[in-house]
């Protein structure tokens, strides 16, 4: 059981893996990866690149100071630098492992050995997650609403061959044959009388958590929405340290000479962490590049290797600043010592 457990994870790996692959095939395919190394590595470039990983990691500190605001709704209180360390090794798990185990669930894990309230603080993890998302899609369509407002450079324009409706529908038929095959694994698992008795102990097993762990996180989130102005201070952190690092890349922008109002960035880029969120690549590897590609190539109107250019620049800068995290993973500094990890 256990082998043919571990068989399946290596097969997930190597799926991911290859899937990564192909996406960076087709977004190099085309293109002069040489001329790309050599506009992205100019040496002229290099203090541009410093700003560009400060204004990064300085987002992640922001990151932080978040997650322990809204930790501190439901009276879990866990230090800054403890915070930091939890979040650093997420963001190694999310940008550089293949694992299905993202950095959030690991976060999440992690942060109930640093106090006795164990769901509440893994909810905030997710509650961190769902206000970072919203504001990820909220900067989206406020900054497609505020592009015709511009001038001539910012008018947003779209090929013939994008089509929001075309676009809407493929997500909503992928959704739905989600939907059909985890229905479809259920049926299975319930009329196959070697799978029926692992089906019930799951359902069984979920129905008895259920009853442990629902009072306690309809009291956590009732803790949330009764504090507006803790929510609201979550918000402007999440603008704050999602605009640091797409300041950082317009910055790289705009010293290579590329013609894009930063509205483009604004949009372009939050649009790809969306992507990336998606597990069927290694952080996103390929796949986000290849979309950058499209959008900067068709809709900023620029080349679509300055496109890949900043898609390429943005996975460079997220793997330096995921260097600490590399770090904490190999010392086991993730884990509390003793109470000292704590207020």
């Not at 059981?1 to 097969?11: C, L, T």
């Not at 085309?30 to 990691?57: H, M, Q, W």
């Not at 676009?167 to 479809?184: C, D, E, P, Q, S």
């Not at 009853?211 to 009291?219: F, I, S």
Request: net charge positive.
């Amino acid at each position: 059981m256990a082998k043919a457990k571990k068989k399946s994870k290596h097969i997930s790996y190597l799926v991911r893996l290859l899937i990564a692959a192909a996406a960076l095939y087709f977004a190099f395919k085309g293109e002069s990866a040489k001329d790309i190394i050599r506009d992205f590595c100019n040496p002229n470039l290099f203090l541009t690149y410093v700003i560009a990983i400060a204004l990064n990691f300085a987002g992640q500190l922001v990151f932080v100071l978040r997650w322990l605001i809204l930790l501190r709704v439901p009276s879990v209180h866990v230090n800054y630098w403890a915070a930091l360390k939890l979040h650093m090794l997420g963001l190694f798990y999310n940008n550089c492992l293949p694992g299905a185990v993202g950095g959030d669930a690991l976060r999440a894990w992690y942060v109930t050995k640093h106090t006795d309230k164990k769901i509440e603080a893994a909810l905030s993890v997710f509650i961190d997650r769902a206000v970072g998302m919203a504001c990820t899609i909220a900067m989206v369509f406020l900054t497609y609403w505020l592009l015709p407002k511009g001038g001539k450079e910012t008018q947003f324009t779209l090929g013939a061959e994008f089509n929001f409706v075309s676009l809407a529908i493929k997500f909503l038929l992928a959704g739905l044959v989600l939907v059909v095959l985890a229905a479809a694994v259920v049926v299975v698992m319930f009329y196959s009388r070697k799978l029926r008795p692992k089906l019930l102990t799951y359902l069984f097993i979920l129905s008895i958590k259920w009853k442990l762990w629902v009072a306690r996180v309809l009291e956590a989130i009732r803790l949330y929405c009764t504090k507006p102005f803790t929510l609201i201070l979550a918000i402007i952190l999440s603008f704050t340290c999602q605009s640091l690092p797409i300041i950082g890349l317009y910055l790289i922008g705009s010293k290579l000479g590329i013609q894009a109002n930063i509205r483009y960035y604004f949009m372009f880029f939050p649009m790809s962490w969306i992507i990336g969120i998606i597990p069927i690549s290694v952080g996103g590897a390929g796949v986000m590049e290849l979309g950058l590609k499209g959008l900067f190539g068709k809709v900023a109107q620029v080349t679509t290797q300055q496109g890949l250019g900043l898609a390429l620049a943005q996975r460079i800068i997220w793997l330096l600043t995921s260097i600490p995290g590399v770090i904490i993973h190999l010392t086991g500094k993730h884990l509390p010592k003793m109470e000292e990890e704590r207020f």
